[in-house]
């Protein structure tokens, strides 16, 4: 087994197949069940699949991110904020995820696509926590226009 491996890609390639415990080439390393970009950890292999951050970073990080994607692309995978912490995956959806909201709740063009996105990033989320066993969840928000209202009417008159 040789832990200086030849590049990034050879790098995320012995991470996704579980080649081996560990390896490294200049910035870009593993030591299973994590990968990592610089110091910052990028993907985490779970049971059931792996996790990959859907954090923005650096130039450098941004292609050790895709070529770790490309690695994993046979694998089950979730896309969240912090493959290495559910906590903080948790409050920067629940961001994101009001943001989206917020914008929905606006857009005339673009609604669908915004809900659409605050949905999608709520089902990996979720799937993501399940994954490390905790008992962190997000609710889908309410986006039937119908429902919506009735929801509201139920709220007005104390019912709920």
């Known amino acids: 087994m040789r832990n200086v491996l030849s590049n990034s890609r050879e790098v995320y390639h012995y991470f996704a197949n579980k080649v081996q415990p560990s390896g490294r ?9 994590r990968a990592f970009s610089y110091a910052a950890c990028i993907g ?20 050790h991110q895709s070529y770790l994607r490309r ?14 912490d559910v906590r903080t995956s948790y ?7 009001d943001n989206l909201l917020r914008k ?4 005339k063009a673009r609604k669908e696509q915004y809900l659409g996105e605050a949905l999608h990033a709520i089902d990996q ?14 609710d889908a928000p309410i986006t039937d226009p119908e429902a919506l209202k009735m929801s509201k009417l139920l709220t007005h008159w104390g019912i709920k």
Not at 71 to 84: N, Q
């Open 25 to 33: 080439s200049g910035n870009c390393s593993f030591t299973n069940p």
């Open 125 to 138: 989320f979720n799937i993501f926590a399940k994954w490390c066993s905790s008992e962190l969840h997000i």
């Open 71 to 84: 690695a994993c692309s046979h694998l089950t995978r979730v896309y969240v904020p912090d493959p290495d």
């Open 104 to 107: 929905a709740s606006v857009a």
């Open 44 to 63: 985490k292999h779970f049971p059931d699949g792996v996790a990959l951050s859907s954090g923005k970073w650096s130039i450098t990080t941004s292609s």
């Open 91 to 97: 409050r920067q959806v629940n961001i994101r995820v």
